[in-house]
């Protein structure tokens, strides 16, 4: 069971704004920055927005992060067709002394 | 460009052994600047963190499920990270993921991801 919790689904239809919620505690993402990643279909994960707010080289700016307390976000603007994948944040656990995922969200481009 | 690549897994009984490997190429610095990860990923299922071994070596850290069973470690000379895996149980059957942590620390972000190797555990 993780101890980062997020939907396991969400959806919107292209062109949309959707957001993937990501929430924690004080010893992962209220004291550690969070990372996302993004896992096309039958590919491995790849990097999406680390430190909370800063895209890697070639992640389109439609895709955003934000962090507040103990809870993040993931923000997909004018959603394509190409962003269906499972979307996982991630964030170093100072208890745990060790990294968590949370659970993935499946998102669907109607 | 830097890549991973994993080998070693296979199909293996229960209580049986594994040892997995990751060599790096086209790294700009040296290996010893990256701490490494292991990230498992079972059928259907999402990701989970394994292990993760310091820049240089000294450290390593492990996923509550499996440590006493696994082992983390690299040689620096060869750019490779290894994963001993030991009395393995059918809840390790994964696809087994080798990540670049982006500091010498584990903590930070992981960029790149290997393709991955998959480790059956069964009788």
């Known amino acids: 069971q993780s101890v980062l919790t997020q939907p396991p689904s969400a959806s919107g239809t292209p062109g949309q704004r959707v957001t993937i919620s990501c929430s924690g505690s004080?010893?992962?993402?209220?004291?550690?920055?969070v990372n996302w990643y993004q896992q096309l279909p039958g590919t491995a994960p790849k990097l999406l927005i680390y430190?909370?707010?800063h895209r890697p080289s070639g992640v389109p700016d439609r895709f955003s992060g934000s962090k507040s307390g103990t809870s993040a976000s993931l923000a997909i603007s004018g959603l394509q067709s190409e962003d269906e994948a499972d979307y996982y944040c991630?964030?170093?656990?100072?208890?745990?002394?060790?990294?968590?995922f949370g659970g993935g969200t499946k998102l669907t481009v109607l | 460009e830097v890549q991973l690549l994993e080998s070693g897994g296979g199909l293996v009984q229960p209580g049986g052994s594994l040892r997995l490997s990751c060599a790096t190429s086209?790294?700009?610095?040296?290996?010893?600047?990256?701490?490494m990860s292991w990230v498992r990923q079972a059928p259907g299922r999402g990701l989970e963190w394994v292990s993760a071994?310091?820049?240089?070596?000294?450290?390593?850290y492990y996923a509550d499920s499996v440590r006493g069973r696994f082992t983390i470690s690299r040689d620096n000379s060869q750019n490779t990270v290894f994963l001993q895996m030991n009395n393995l149980r059918a809840g390790d059957t994964a696809l087994y993921y080798c990540?670049?942590?982006?500091?010498?620390?584990?903590?930070?972000?992981?960029?790149?991801w290997g393709q991955g190797t998959q480790v059956s555990v069964s009788s």
């Open positions: 086209g790294l700009t610095f040296h290996f010893d600047n990256y701490a």
């Open positions: 071994i310091s820049g240089s070596g000294t450290s390593t």
């Open positions: 004080s010893s992962n993402i209220g004291s550690n920055t």
């Open positions: 990540a670049k942590s982006t500091r010498t620390y584990p903590g930070a972000w992981f960029d790149p």
């Open positions: 430190s909370n707010n």
């Open positions: 991630a964030a170093w656990d100072d208890s745990l002394n060790g990294v968590l």
